[in-house]
């Protein structure tokens, strides 16, 4: 046996009295019960226990161990329920990042929207788009937009697109009308900085477009501020901008014209024994990218 069974027995002998009783209770011989004690006896070079044919006593040795055990023994106890519970009982710290493409408002409602469902999480968000190793980073679960992903032992789920539009501020185009999109290159244009891989076009017929940028930023947050004020024309989330395009501050380019979707991956270290954090917030992320 190892030391912590030993001590269990040990445990079970001083509050049972009864090297019999014991065995009967763990289902095993009193001489594998007589062992156990001898080993730690052994170990911890001191008598715990007086024992004759007819009687069994607990020295004051036995007993100052005996305390020590159950503490120990208890503190155990408490680890694995904690430890169990987190399978099945969302709480903690749950840290995640997320890439600026999808915009830090949407991810910050969404975790706060997650929490008011699970109020027993607390949220570490970080902004960026690692495709790394998370744990050594310190990750449980990162959303990134990418076309492809280096090869890395996180476990890697594609959970939807993100779809895209072209717009700019009713100012600007007062001042710049935009009818074809081979026009948009003599325009301002407002990209974004992809951290990885930009989306892929995916058809033959598509149209490039180059020029020089008058504001360029991986923050898509920064990138509609700077279109509302008309800087120029950019491509950004749909879900960003709707209601903008619903109450006119914004205006939808060339429509017609679609643009290529982001693809966005989740990535967490492990799929066995998830956290429940971990799990439910991977469903309620899920949930809330449909939406988009």
Known sequence: MDKLTNMQVFSLVVETRSFTRTAELLDCSTAVIS?????????????????????????????????????????LDQAETEAGSAHTHARGRLRVQCCRELGVNFITNSLIDYHALHP????????????????QEDLDVSIVVATTLPDSANIVRP????AMTLVASPAFLRRHPLTRPEGLGAHALVPIRFDTMPPNVGKADHVEISGNPRFVSDDVDALKTALLSGLGVGA??????????A??????????HRLSDLQIHLLYPSRRYLDAKVRTFNEFIRARLDEL
């Open 35 to 75: 062992r156990a004690v001898s080993n730690l006896e052994n170990h911890l070079k001191t008598r715990l226990l007086q024992r004759t044919t007819r009687k069994m006593s607990v020295t004051e040795a036995g007993e100052r161990f005996y305390r020590a055990c159950k503490q120990i023994l208890e503190c």
């Open 120 to 135: 027993d999480v607390a949220v570490d968000l970080r902004i960026g788009n690692s495709t790394t190793d998370l744990i």
């Open 236 to 245: 950004l989330p749909r879900h960003l901008v709707r209601a903008d395009i």
């Open 159 to 162: 959970v939807g697109t993100c």
């Open 247 to 256: 109450s006119g501050s914004l205006v939808e380019i060339l429509p017609e």
